[in-house]
């Protein structure tokens, strides 16, 4: 079912990043970690659907997107910049295969973080933060989405990675089965993963190969 929404806020969170802040339709649920399909209420943008997370919780009664801008991609995301408030989006309805099932690791790469936000902050919310860490790997330290967020959050359990900037506050290079043998990863727990396909790719052959189970891995596809 497709909505109507109108943009009440829009501001950068990065310098390629921004925060969108619509009106939420009556009724309308997802969970933390889902997604949608929205578009631009334009003749010629309306049926140029894109996927993005929900970054606010399902109780507020609002929504936030929080949404890397591509210039090289047409469609929705080589035109948010160009956004107002008062402006029009087409929203679907809500999907996506990553959601909360326990305590355990999240691993992001870039905007891949975006799911973990909403459970994240749903899990702070509930005084449930306890037991979860975060390895979340960007190229530069101006790229890192909500960071003073996440150091609030999570605090000592927060690792950052910058595989562009060498900086001693961050780890240089991509999050790897070496990093995470170094941060004792508990591999009975749940991993959750969310990046570019070939970070996911190079990720899960890693988890699998210090042994994993299958059925403890919960990812999302990110383009």
């Known amino acids: 079912m497709k909505h109507l929404i109108q943009i009440n806020k829009i501001e950068n969170v990065t310098h390629n990043v921004l925060r969108i802040v619509t009106n939420k339709p009556r009724n309308y649920k997802f969970t933390p970690g889902q997604a949608t399909e929205l578009a631009i209420n334009t003749p010629e943008l309306k049926d140029k659907k894109r996927p993005f997370t929900f970054t606010s919780l399902p109780e507020e009664d609002e929504l936030e997107f929080t949404i890397k801008v591509y210039e090289a ?15 029009e989006l087409i929203l679907g309805d809500a999907w996506g295969a990553i959601s909360y099932k326990g305590p355990g690791t999240f691993i992001a790469g870039g905007a891949g973080i975006t799911p973990f936000i909403a459970i994240l902050k749903s899990l702070r919310f509930q005084g449930k933060l306890e037991g979860n860490t975060l390895f979340f790997g960007n190229k530069t330290e101006n790229d890192i989405i909500y960071r003073k967020n996440l150091e609030a959050w999570l605090g000592s359990d927060l690792h950052l990675a910058l ?12 999050i790897d089965k070496t990093l995470l043998k170094n941060h004792n990863i508990n591999l009975t727990n749940y991993v959750y993963l969310c990046g570019p396909p070939a970070m996911m790719e190079s990720i899960t052959a890693q988890l699998y190969e210090m042994g994993l189970p299958k059925d403890r891995l919960v990812m999302e596809d990110f383009q």
């Open 73 to 87: 991609h047409e469609g929705v995301t080589d035109q948010l910049d160009d956004l107002n408030v008062g402006d």
């Open 163 to 174: 595989s562009e900037d060498n900086h001693e506050d961050f780890h240089h290079g991509y």
